[in-house]
T-cell receptor, first 112, second 114 residues
Framework: DAKTTQPTSMDCAEGRAANLPCNHSTISGNEYVYWYRQIHSQGPQYIIHGLKNNETNEMASLIITEDRKSSTLILPHATLRDTAVYYCIVRVVGNQGGKLIFGQGTELSVKP | DTAVSQTPKYLVTQMGNDKSIKCEQNLGHDTMYWYKQDSKKFLKIMFSYNNKELIINETVPNRFSPKSPDKAHLNLHINSLELGDSAVYFC?????????????FGQGTRLTVV
């Protein structure tokens, strides 16, 4: 699976949009971009995933650049409960037994 | 109902003991996993099972033996526990091996070996 690069940490003011970047410059055409987060002392939680097109769900939006070498996760109105480690994962669907390869992630702190 | 549940949530035990962690999913998924999160917070896959068959064993010591009595359960048995086994262990499940669907994780079991 392609390697991803994320900033180690970010801060965001409560109520503002949180934009979390991810670089995956070696991504292949059949690799999806997934985002998970881990709130302290909890199990990882799925947020969103996409292949080429931008995606939106009730939690967040995923913007993937046209060349697919980077993406941004957007939490439109961050709350204190969004404080967590956010993982960007690139994964070939159907390969390697379904596993997810987690990197270090971005520690997002939402501040009042 | 919790989708993926693990028991116990906390486990403190002495070196050399044998212990088990249980995992159950009520989502009707075919595939289940065990992940380990060490003290540096890195999450790594240990095993994956599909329809009760072992698919991935990520060079885990053979003191760790997963057992899947049925599709809904994947238990982790650890023999001769060592200090380095202290970690948080997460169980997860997904629909199957080949779709792009999300994985669901349990709340973790914090194992402390003293």
């Amino acid at each position: 699976d392609a390697k991803t690069t994320q900033p180690t940490s970010m801060d965001c003011a409560e109520g503002r949009a949180a934009n979390l970047p991810c670089n995956h410059s070696t991504i292949s055409g059949n690799e999806y971009v997934y985002w998970y987060r881990q709130i302290h002392s909890q199990g990882p939680q799925y947020i969103i995933h996409g292949l080429k097109n931008n995606e939106t769900n009730e939690m967040a939006s995923l913007i993937i650049t046209e060349d697919r070498k980077s993406s941004t996760l957007i939490l439109p109105h961050a709350t204190l409960r969004d404080t967590a480690v956010y993982y960007c994962i690139v994964r070939v669907v159907g390969n390697q037994g379904g596993k997810l390869i987690f990197g270090q992630g971005t520690e997002l702190s939402v501040k009042p | 109902d919790t989708a993926v549940s693990q028991t116990p949530k906390y486990l403190v035990t002495q070196m050399g003991n044998d212990k088990s962690i249980k995992c159950e999913q009520n989502l009707g998924h075919d595939t289940m996993y065990w992940y380990k999160q060490d003290s540096k917070k890195f999450l790594k896959i240990m095993f994956s099972y599909n329809n009760k068959e072992l698919i991935i064993n990520e060079t885990v010591p053979n003191r760790f033996s997963p057992k899947s009595p049925d599709k809904a359960h994947l238990n982790l048995h650890i023999n001769s526990l060592e200090l380095g086994d202290s970690a948080v262990y997460f169980c997860a499940s997904s629909q199957d091996l080949i779709s792009n669907r999300r994985a669901f994780f349990g709340q973790g079991t914090r194992l402390t070996v003293v």
